[in-house]
């Protein structure tokens, strides 16, 4: 379709353009004018031409919950809910003792504790307090030891027994398997301890950077393909600290319904006005932006000085890969900006690991923020922005914790840094190259078995994060239990980290695993979901995993 305007409108979309080409996302102001630029509103009232979808997107398996399972668990909280209010009134009664944190604090102060939350703790959380927080007592390789602990008040406390629980781990973000204490790696953070110490005890902006600091910005810059990478020390405050410096007052975000918290706290406390889009859906991406240049700011009516669109590469809750060439696609036509959080697809995703812009074959410089952390597949801890150098002298200048937070540490740096010369194969090996197929293995082997199985797996083939879902809240923590008495730790989540009817347990693949090690996992949860009925799909008919490996072997 094309647009069909009159000539006038066709010139005032054409000056529309041309006013928005140079709108830069740290420079506020146009180079011959005094005055803000700006989205200007856009008064045409023609067809735009629809974007079209890549052919490279594949689309994410979100299978629909079924009727059944949505009404008991829908059932199952309001019955929980029931009793809850239940034990309440009996506390209030004193016929039972109220445990836990208690507001003393006169009853005309603003309460301490939010109700619900309190509210929440005592009689949801506290029933199954024992399969979340577990404490570790090793390095969250593919094998993992548990430090065993026990109640003897219904999770109200508990006791260490000192003993041990060797298991499989089926939770750490561990993608590449580089989370280990024997290695290039952790041999290169133990030795740069005998060089910089344990902390520079200083900001980056003060006596805080380090020689490391500068090799690891400079290779990870040539890894992404971008002019310049500015690290930190936390992952999560990445977010945090940095759309703050990005956008403000009379600026617009358009940000995913699934984005993680650390990106939404980021995108409130940048004081933007803010506005949800439909999980992946570009096509109400498009609908938010027409509407956005088209209506300007809801009070003024002006134009926004800037619209910034925030997705993630691989989200963590759901496994699916967002349609980035699409999304560029957009931001290039209504001239939007593009903030993109890696967290859970560098390293993991991509031929080589570039994340999901080498996924699609995407350009990084058509990316404005490019955003990612070190503490999934890099084995390390801490975050990084890469984009223009105009981009990374601002935040140099603006950002909180290039300002204000210590550095990062040397041995997390010299880990970061020696994992990632691995990966781009600078080592002199092919050990980098060789985890990356591996985890694409690993994967695709893992999810398939899942599907066959009868489970209802979410997210996209390639996303190593592989969501199956559980629904009610009871077959949740059965199915985490039964795990861990066959031998696996398994992370399980729900309301309210998920919506009530969304409860589930995530897997996370790692390149650590073994085949024997796979097996032993996708064996032990067909026998869950067969003890405790977790195989829900109506697309795909279950086959036990043993149905499966024997037709295996009699076809080879």
Same mark, same amino acid.
């Given at each position: ?88 009134? %009996?506390?209030? %009664? ?53 430090? &065993? ?32 204490? +024997? ?55 990445? +977010?945090?600290? +940095? @759309? ?19 990106? @939404? ?20 991406? &498009? ?20 619209? %910034? ?81 105009? %981009?990374?002298?601002?935040?140099? +200048? ?32 092919? &050990? ?94 067909? &026998? ?14 279950? @086959? ?13």
């Amino acid at each position: 379709m094309t647009i069909q305007t009159n000539s006038r409108t066709q010139r005032s979309n054409e000056n529309l353009a041309k006013s928005l080409l140079d709108f830069n996302l740290n420079d506020q102001t146009p180079k011959n004018s005094g005055k803000h630029r700006s989205h200007h509103r856009c008064r045409s009232h023609g067809t735009i031409t629809s974007t079209k979808r890549s052919p490279k997107h594949e689309k994410a398996d979100l299978e629909e919950t079924p009727f059944i399972q949505a009404f008991l668990t829908y059932l199952s909280y309001t019955i929980l809910h029931i009793f809850a209010h239940l034990r309440e009134l %009996l506390r209030r %009664l004193k016929f039972d003792r109220r445990k836990g944190a208690i507001d003393n604090n006169p009853s005309d102060f603003v309460p301490l504790y939010q109700n619900f939350d309190g509210f929440f703790t005592r009689n949801y959380y506290l029933r199954v307090r024992d399969v979340f927080n577990r404490p570790i007592c090793s390095v969250p390789g593919a094998e993992i030891e548990l430090v &065993e602990r026990k109640s003897d008040d219904y999770n109200w406390t508990y006791y260490y027994t000192g003993e041990k629980i060797k298991v499989l781990n089926m939770g750490s973000y561990n993608y590449l398997g580089f989370a280990e204490n +024997n290695g290039p790696s952790s041999k290169s953070a133990m030795k740069s301890i005998e060089d910089f110490g344990v902390s520079s005890c200083s900001s980056r902006q003060e006596l805080g950077t380090l020689k490391c600091h500068l090799e690891l910005e400079e290779l990870l810059a040539k890894f992404l393909g971008v002019e310049a990478v500015l690290t930190f020390g936390m992952g999560y405050s990445t +977010n945090v600290t +940095n @759309i703050p410096t990005l956008v403000g007052k009379n600026c617009l975000i358009l940000s995913d319904e699934l984005n993680h918290v650390s990106l @939404i706290l980021g995108s409130r406390l940048s004081g933007a006005t803010i506005r949800v889009f439909k999980h992946n859906n570009v096509q109400d991406l &498009e609908s938010k932006l027409k509407k956005a240049i088209i209506e300007g700011h809801p009070v003024t009516r002006r134009p926004w000085r800037k619209i %910034l669109i925030v997705v993630e590469g691989v989200y963590s809750m759901e496994g699916t890969i967002t349609p980035l060439p699409e999304i560029i696609a957009l931001k290039k036509k209504y001239k939007a900006y593009l903030y993109l959080d890696e967290a859970h697809s560098i390293g993991a995703v991509g031929p080589t690991g570039r994340g999901v812009v080498e996924h699609y074959g995407c350009d990084p410089k058509d990316v404005d923020v490019l955003m990612g952390t070190f503490s999934k597949s890099f084995g390390a801890a801490g975050g990084y922005v890469a984009g223009s150098q105009k %981009l990374i002298d601002s935040l140099k +200048n603006t950002s909180h914790s290039h300002c204000y937070a210590s550095s990062m540490s040397a041995p997390v740096c010299m880990q970061t840094k020696k994992t990632l010369e691995i990966i781009m194969g600078l080592d002199g090996t092919k &050990e980098g190259q060789r985890r990356i197929e591996q985890l694409a293995e690993n994967t695709r082997y893992f999810r398939d078995k899942l599907k066959k199985m009868g489970f209802i797996v979410y997210g996209n083939s390639t996303s190593p994060v592989v969501p199956t879902l559980c629904f009610l809240p009871s077959k949740v923590v059965a199915f985490n239990r039964l795990m861990l008495e066959k031998g696996i730790a398994v992370v399980t989540v729900g309301y309210p980290a998920t919506s009530l009817v969304g409860s589930r347990v995530r897997f996370c693949i790692s390149a650590a695993y073994t085949r024997e090690m796979i097996d032993k996992v996708l064996q032990a949860v067909c &026998e869950c979901g067969d003890q405790i009925g977790l195989k829900f799909s109506r697309k795909n008919p279950a @086959i036990k995993f043993k149905t499966q490996k024997d037709a295996e072997n009699k076809r080879f």
